[in-house]
């Protein structure tokens, strides 16, 4: 606990709206048994700066240090000052100086600090001082970590990934289902073009991949092999590998997901002739032929004249489509009858035939429909290859492959839905297509045509991982159709919900084989960095180098399983008592269990509900609204709001003096304590600003804002029985971007305060 905290101003982002000496004084006043060093410097960040605080730290003076200046955003690693020196950061140039809102009569004008500006200031440099008095140096947990990795597939991304991993030095394990390397890469007859200058495709490379991963001695490839089960944490694995009849356990620190597609089942291809027209067939069965060298029609070996290439499925699949989502219905209610959890594998409802395409895939359908336009002038002389795409997708560099397409006078390219696909005898085939670029409808008739070959991820058929963890063997998936892993996509692509588990390639999404290669030297980075956190016992993000963990009071503990069960990222176990049993490098430091937790028994060393609470009571509350204002609290999502705040601020927004900003780690971590307390002050309101939930989720923990959000109901409850209006707490989602319109929501949300009046505990 800091029981020597030094108060440093930094007075070239305070002076002229601040009187930094009142603030000076006011520390001294209310803390001097806890703050022997209150000290003012004219530029804090600079050398001279640091080396005025190392100094009071190295005289013993001090071991705790609150910085009054910028936002802990800003220079953050300048004002570390070691692992025994715990170090807050007091935000009040952003959320005093640049965003203070005259609410009328105080305008800050040179020299003059209004009152109600002073206030706001004195009261975040209280709630600096008291957060550091209620933190203790967090001690990591660090761990003897197994420096090697587990690549679980040898296709394109799995090869990619372990050639990345061992060419920093680091061990690979690499597990391959089948009895040789390759993946679907080996099947193909040429990749759309990822090198210069990008207009033809070519050979994909996968021999050289091979014969390079099958030579480097720091990779140990198993084929033939699956894993059986894998138990522990990251940093330390237990992988059960079987191969034959035989299972072995290795010890691993961190796992790559490269275990890549299947071909979708195609019963949902019907209406489109496919299993009943013999020369309709899959763009997969058509790469097949290329690649064991002739095209030929199934019907009777003859080179087709005519191939006609599908991008989309057209309305013909409107029917299907009903179809679909009377399954999706039914797939639904029978998950929720078996209450089957989100890491439950969707095994049952993906093998039916009833959805229609995957997420993600109108990319790769459009290139490799313009790849094998091109196979067949090769393979038939004379042949021509018609592209027909309601979308045609060609983002970045494969916007060059496209235009050489478009240039080749064996390729035609066309705009059009399909309606009608009919046998024209003789093995060719009628399609009848509309709002094509030629006019209304036409007819073509074709010696062949290839549809694009729907894509799912393996591990919506297998939990592939077989994870011994209380929340299931395998990772939860985007949404109950699609078997993507789940994630943050918009900030961790490779990182899957369980930590230490890295996907890449296109169990991760549809992709090419370029993008593949990069998604592989990504999760490959991610894995490593994965085992020098846990060696260090710190988190590996969202909250990079965080070395505080949740620890769990279990006298208390009544076994309620709500942190076990709502952990995101399924970091703890549970004892046959049904305690939770924490594995530390598991853990992401969200706070989801300290906010779920009714006994308030989890806590963290330098984040814990006493230290929120006490944050919190340190706010002066007005006792009466007429005369000093009303009092608001924004707990603000640290990942989001905050900066959004930030950058808010610093672009000249403004926004009302009467809040008081308490960054939280994730809104699950809200222990709905705080707004109780803050609400039985006298509080006059209290916004939760956190980000987005639902389907398109941003929240950086998953579930974090969502459960926040559950948990509001319980707040509205106690709210009743204190009698305040449940109008007085609101959530609000904001995203990081947003930063133009968070003034106004919290300008908004004050207006609605004010017009309800004082909170009836004002003044008890
Ligand atoms: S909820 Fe978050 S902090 Fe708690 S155990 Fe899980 S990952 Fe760790
Ligand atoms: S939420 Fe709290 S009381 Fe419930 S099981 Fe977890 S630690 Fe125990």
Redesign the pocket.
Known sequence: MADKIGVYFDESTLSGALEIQKLCEGVQKKWSDLCPVVKVHPRLASAEGRAMIQADIDAGTINAVCICGSSPRVDWDFYQFGKDVLVDRVNLREFCVLSYKDPGGQPMVSGQTPELLHKMANDYVNMGVIKLQKANLPDGGAIDVVKRVLVIGGGWAGLSAALDVASVGYDVTLVEKKDVLGGAAAGMYKTIPFKYPYDAAHATGVEKKIAEVQSCEKIEVLLGSEVASIAGAPGNYEVAIKTGGEEKVLGIGSVILATGWLPQDTSFLKPLGYGKLKNVITSREFEEMAKAGAIVRKSDGTKPAKVMFLLGYGSKMDQFEVKEQQARAAALAAAEEKKETDDTPKTNFIKQDTYKHLAYSSELTSLTALKQANYVREFVPGGVAMVVYEHMMVPGLNELYYKAAQNDASVMMTKGVIEEVRDGGDGDIVVVLRDTLLGSKVEIEVNMLVLPTGMVPTTAIDPILKLKYRQGPAMPDLELFSGYADSNYICFPYETRRTGIYAAGTVRQPMTLAAAEVDAAGAALKAIQCLESANRGMAVHPRSGDLSF?KFNLVRCTQCKR?TEE???G??DEDEKGNPM?NTSR???????MGACPERVISFDNYNVDQIGSMIKAVEVPDDMAVGGPRMLILACENDAYPALDMAALRGKKWSPYVRIVPVRCLGSVNTIWIADAMSKGTDGCLLLGCKYGEDYQCH?VKGSELCNRRMANVGETLGKLGIETERVRQLQVAIDEYDKVPQMIDEFVEEIIKLGPNPFKGY
């Open positions: 949740p942190c952990c995101p990222f970091a703890l924490p853990c992401r430091r969200c706070g989801t269990c923990f």
